[in-house]
C-alpha cells in the first residue's frame, strides 16, 4: 500500500511577504506584475486572502486585478526571499521522508509509504504543518493512495487544510468535482467537454477509454485513468531524478572484453539519450564491475567539464575498464553510472507559472 502526501504553501509569495513586513499581516497583498495606475502589463502571481475576497486570483491580468481594488498592496516578485524559504520548508519534509519531490516552489509530494498506516500518516503530516507554522508560514496537505488524490486533496480545504482521502474512498471523492480539478485539464479542454455535456468526473467516467483516446491522444488515456482516481506516477526525488544509470547482467559470465565495450556502448548511447530528455549534465562517471562469484568493484572518475553525450560516457567508462585490466576472473555484470549534475538556477526549478 502506498500512502502519499502532497503539500501546498498556503498564498506562498504573500505570505513570504507578510513575514518580512508584519504589519502587512491580514492586509490585501497582490504579488505579480506592476499595476503602473492600471495600465500595467503582466498577471497576479500571487493574491492574499484578503485580496481574494475582492474577486482577485493568480493569473489575473494585474489590470483587472488593479481596478478591482486600486488599494490593494502590489508588490513585485522577489525570489531572492521565496527562494531560501522555499529550500527551508523542502528541508524540513526531507526529515519526514527520503523520497520527497518538489513540484513547484511551494508544493511538494512525500511518500510516506514507510508509515505503517493512515493514522501514522495524519500524524507526520500535523507534525510537518507545526514545523512550518513556526517559521510563521501556513500550509494545506492532502494525504491519499496516490500523487493525483494527494494533490487534489491538498487543495480540498485552504487554508491551513488537511484531507485524507482513503483509497477505497478515491472515487466517490473524485466524482462530483468539476473536470478542471484534474491536473492537465485546462480552459480550453474543460470548455470542449463542457460544450459536450461533461462538467463533472463523474460525467467524464462516462466516456469510454478508446473515446478519450481518439480525442486526446495519450492524455485521453490518463484522463481515463486519472477520472477512476488511478495514477501509477512515483514520487521522484529532485537531484537523483530516476536515477541515470545502466546495468546489464550476462548471460554467462565472460572474459571477452569485445563483449563488454558492445554492452557498454549501448548503455552509454541509452544513458545520454535520457540525459537529453532529462536536460542533464554530468561529470562523474561510474563504472560498477561484477565477476563471478559476486565480487563487486567500482571506480569513478571525474570530467573537467559538464558532459552529456554518449561518446564522453563510452570513452570514460572504458577509461576505467582499464583498472580492472587484464580480467583475472569472468564478469557477470557492468553498470555505468552518471552523477554529479550541473544545478540548476533554483529559481528556474518549476517556477516557470509563475513568470
Ligand atoms: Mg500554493
Redesign the pocket.
Known amino acids: 500500500m502506498r500512502i502519499i502526501l502532497h503539500i501546498?504553501?498556503?498564498?506562498?509569495f504573500t505570505s513570504c511577504e507578510e513575514l518580512r513586513r508584519p504589519e502587512l499581516k491580514g492586509k490585501p497583498i497582490i504579488v505579480g506584475a506592476d499595476p503602473r495606475g492600471g495600465n500595467g502589463r503582466g498577471v497576479v502571481s500571487?493574491a492574499s486572502y484578503a485580496a481574494r475576497e475582492y474577486g482577485i486570483h493568480s493569473g489575473m491580468p494585474i489590470s483587472i486585478a488593479y481596478k478591482k481594488c486600486p488599494n490593494c498592496i502590489f508588490l513585485p516578485v522577489d525570489f531572492e526571499l521565496y527562494v531560501p524559504l522555499s529550500q527551508k520548508i523542502m528541508g524540513i519534509l526531507r526529515n519526514y521522508s527520503d523520497k520527497v519531490e518538489p513540484a513547484?516552489i511551494?508544493?511538494a509530494y512525500l511518500d510516506l509509504s514507510e508509515c505503517k498506516d493512515y493514522t501514522e500518516a495524519v500524524k507526520t503530516a500535523e507534525k510537518i504543518k507545526e514545523e512550518i507554522r513556526k517559521i510563521g508560514l501556513s500550509?494545506?496537505v492532502g494525504i491519499g493512495p496516490n500523487k493525483l488524490i494527494a494533490k487534489i486533496a491538498s487543495d480540498y480545504q485552504?487554508p491551513d487544510g488537511l484531507t485524507v482521502v482513503r483509497e477505497n474512498n478515491a472515487e466517490d471523492f473524485l466524482k462530483p468535482m468539476n473536470v478542471r480539478k484534474i491536473p492537465g485539464i485546462g480552459p480550453k479542454t474543460s470548455e470542449f467537454l463542457k460544450e459536450r455535456g461533461i462538467e463533472t468526473i463523474r460525467d467524464l467516467q462516462k466516456i469510454t477509454k478508446e473515446e478519450l483516446k481518439e480525442t486526446f491522444g495519450k492524455f485521453g488515456e490518463t484522463m481515463y485513468y486519472f477520472s477512476r482516481g488511478i495514477d501509477d506516477s512515483e514520487v521522484i526525488t529532485e537531484y537523483e531524478t530516476k536515477s541515470y544509470s545502466k546495468e546489464f547482467t550476462f548471460q554467462k559470465d565472460t572474459k571477452s572484453m569485445e563483449m563488454l565495450r558492445d554492452v557498454t556502448l549501448v548503455m552509454a548511447e541509452e544513458l545520454s539519450k535520457e540525459l537529453e530528455t532529462g536536460k542533464k549534465r554530468f561529470k562523474t562517471v561510474t563504472l560498477k564491475i561484477r565477476f563471478s562469484g559476486f565480487e563487486t568493484h567500482t571506480a569513478s572518475l571525474t570530467l573537467k567539464e559538464y558532459a552529456g553525450g554518449k561518446e564522453e560516457i563510452y570513452a570514460t567508462t572504458n577509461k576505467l575498464l582499464q583498472k580492472f585490466l587484464p580480467l583475472e576472473k569472468a564478469v557477470r555484470l557492468i553498470g555505468i553510472k552518471v552523477s554529479n549534475f550541473e544545478e540548476k538556477d533554483p529559481k528556474t526549478i518549476g517556477l516557470a507559472r509563475y513568470i
Open positions: 501546498d504553501m498556503d498564498s506562498f500571487t513547484s511551494d508544493e500550509s494545506s485552504k
